[in-house]
């Protein structure tokens, strides 16, 4: 048969022939673009060392993610944005005070052992900026623990007369003195009084705003939301996963969390206070670590929310979110084995 | 304003129908050369029936059924056989056919085009009408149809959907018959319910086709037995299993057919060329075909005689436009790519799309983020991400453990997958490794 010049020459490929308009690097870049509000406020709160550490995370994480793909043969990858991702996370969790050596060396065992010993990106059973947190938690305890900042226009504590620490460990500290037959009766009434500022409006208000001690990204509710506004919109996150998180920590921290029986604690303070909202809405999102399916969304949140309430009433530590999600993480390929959704034409 | 019908998953590609919706059916000249495969339809090729240096009219059988789940090919123009051969099928990449040169004259066989008395055939004799006429299903499967009518013993039909979605991108030829030729759909729908001895029947329609609704409203005033059922706008809305649930809200077995639910679906090009085929005995040798996309000069909706070469309608339409990337026949969610247009129109070919690289990207592929968009959007309820993966791994048994085999090739996943995984490529490469691997037992 005849043939033109003019014959264009076809491409053949398998159906479909059209794709939505999105791609990896473009959820990773959306990701980044909504942590600008709370990154911003961070510099704005706690000064502008701050932006040091957001750089210093941001340049060891795609630095090392470089490096260690070069290294394995691996095709390098960072200008997809996951790196960046986890090294703005990893900011995020850390005290505002800490030495500039910290976020490179979070940065680069979030992306090392949290995402590449795996396979790299989508391979990664657990958060890495988590991982990374956790590390430098295991590691130095006392910078993790003590380098808070006062915020711009407020206090570390929300309470003018505690200087020392974040509002969750205010908390656990008073509820300890409160529970310990050797405190002194002034110790007692001093305990009360703070407990009862902690858990007034304005306390509330200032954990919304950001006005309060705590590692440099979570302490904004409001520009957290601005952000998560923003992917949910996109469909880059959904709404099971942060609503049974901050649900079941709502419930039970309402149920289990004040001193006077059951359905005496403050849950919009257990909400707003610690890295609940920023676990919830940027962690605990995190496609690769968290269950596909729907319903394993809802039990993954659920499982952080349990986890977090334990850690906080009981644990040794003041705050659970990291570690909460890490755990739930380790078991997301179960849940998702057994949240199979039901086959069409089948019976479950 | 009636409840709009749908199912669970799907997605919302933008339709682009726009191009050709609004142009009615044009005729064209008849082709100089067809090429006619002796299998268009699912099952047993036909047999030929004529060789070279044969004379042939229009309508004449060329290629007999070579069994009860096939069909016979009829000649789509007069004149003579020129070649009885392998040629690109866009299908099958070669199958035989058989070549017919035009001699200009369209000839067509004795009685064809006389209207029939239908009152007095017997459900029977319909169905062996329908089956001598070659019809198949128009919508891209092409099933022969009377195979489809002929329900089991003790399979009873109580609904009956004529599928007017057209829920691909692009395609506009159902929508057009539905505005066209409504009364030969209706017509159509009453000899399928009297084959099946079924009293319900309803046509389903997406809302996006406002005007098809409205005329095929007005076709069935007062006619209580036949609703219209609108839909919708979203894909894949016509997909039979998804269909049948919105419709009836009931679920096709796993591994069943629409028959088990009691239903039978049927396109409403099926429909049009069942009347046809019933009322004046005019075998399938031409369908609407929605010549469409970015990649053709001007785009339109054709009466295609069958065999005629895709390059032909591509002429007809003004020529490809500069940047043309893929040539599809069928629509941009399940079409098949093909490498040449020197293919012919077959009885399933419900479009020819071509497409620029603008509108067909091939994005790289990216890592699997378990965004979890396949597992939401798939309309089978199955886990698109874990199919491919283990598919990416020869874990062939996994897979169909998962339910590879539901699978009903859509393409939702792979056309929401954010790191542009080709899944479904993935998902038929699984599907024919399980075949082989089961032919291999049953040796």
Known sequence: MENTSSEPKFTVSAPPHIRADTSVTRVMYSVLAALVPAAAGAVYFFGPRVLWIIVVALVSAVGTEAVVQRLFGRPVTVTDGSAAVTGLLLAFVLPPGVPLWMPAIGSAVAVFVGKQVFGGLGQNPL?????????????????????????????????????????????????????????????????????????????????????????????????????????????????????????????????????????????????????????????????????????????????????????????????????????????????????????????? | MTKQRSFKGGVHPSAFKELTAGKPIVRVPLPQRVFIPLQQHTGAPAKALVKKGDTVKTGQVIGEASGFISLPVHASISGKVVDVGFFPHPLFRQAEMVAIESDDSDVWEEGIGKSVDIDNLSPAQMREAISRA?????????????????????????????????????????????????????????????????????????????????????????????????????????????????????????????????????????????????????????????????????????WVRIGTPVRELIDQCGGYQSGVKKLVVGGPMMGVAQYTDEIPVIKGTSGILVLTAESSPSPPSQPCISCGKCVETCPMGLMPNMIGKLIEHQRFSEAQEYGILDCIECGCCAYVCSAKINLIHLIKYGKQEIRLAGKEKGV
């Not at chain 1, 430098?136 to 309470?159: N, Y």
């Not at chain 1, 007034?200 to 601005?226: D, I, R």
């Not at chain 1, 289990?256 to 919009?268: A, H, K, M, Q, V």
């Not at chain 2, 997406?206 to 609704?213: M, R």
């Open chain 2, 134 to 302: 070659g019809v198949a299903g128009m919508g891209g499967a092409a099933f022969p149809t009377h195979v489809k009518l002929s329900p089991p013993e003790g399979k009873q039909i109580d609904t009956v959907i004529l599928n007017g979605a057209e829920c691909e991108p692009y395609l506009t030829c159902d929508h057009r018959l539905m505005l066209e030729f409504p009364e030969e759909i209706i017509d159509g729908r009453k000899i399928i319910l009297e084959i099946l001895g079924c009293q319900r029947a309803c046509i389903a329609v997406e809302v996006n086709k406002p005007d098809a609704i409205a005329r095929l409203k007005q076709s069935v005033d007062g006619n209580e037995l036949i609703s219209i059922v609108p839909l919708k706008v979203k894909y894949p809305q016509g997909a039979e299993k998804q269909l049948i649930h919105a419709i009836t809200k009931r679920e096709v077995p796993s591994g069943g057919l629409p028959m088990d639910v009691g239903c039978v679906v049927q396109n409403v090009a099926t429909a049009f060329a069942i009347s046809e085929a019933v009322n004046l005995n005019k075998p399938l040798i031409e369908r609407v075909v929605a010549v469409t996309g970015p990649g053709v000069e001007e785009p339109q909706n054709i």
């Open chain 1, 127 to 348: 958060n890495p900026a988590l991982v990374g947190r956790a590390f430098l938690m295991a590691s130095w305890p006392v910078h993790m623990t003590t380098d808070w900042l006062v915020p711009r226009g407020g206090t570390k504590s929300v309470i003018d007369a505690v200087t020392s620490a974040t509002p969750l460990s205010v908390l656990q500290d008073n509820h300890r003195i409160l529970a310990d037959p050797t405190s002194t009766s002034a110790q007692l009434a001093q305990a009360k009084q703070v407990l009862m500022q902690l858990h007034s409006a304005s306390a509330h208000w200032h954990l919304f705003w950001g006005k309060c001690g705590g590692c440099l990204g979570e302490t904004s509710v409001v520009l957290l939301l601005a952000g998560a506004c923003f992917l949910l919109y996109k469909g880059y996150i959904g709404w099971r996963i942060p609503s049974s998180f901050v649900g079941t920590v709502f419930v039970l921290s309402w149920a289990l969390g004040g001193r006077e029986g059951l359905f005496s604690g403050d849950p919009l303070f257990n909400i707003l206070a610690g890295g609940l909202v920023l676990g919830a809405l940027f962690m605990a999102t995190d496609m690769v670590t968290t269950p596909v399916t729907q319903r394993g969304k809802l039990i993954f949140g659920a499982g952080c929310g349990v986890v977090t309430a334990v850690i906080r009433f009981w644990g040794g530590y003041p705050e659970g979110v990291c570690y909460s999600i890490l755990l739930m993480n380790a078991v997301t390929p179960l849940i998702d084995r057994w949240t199979r959704p039901r086959k069409f034409g089948t019976r479950r």
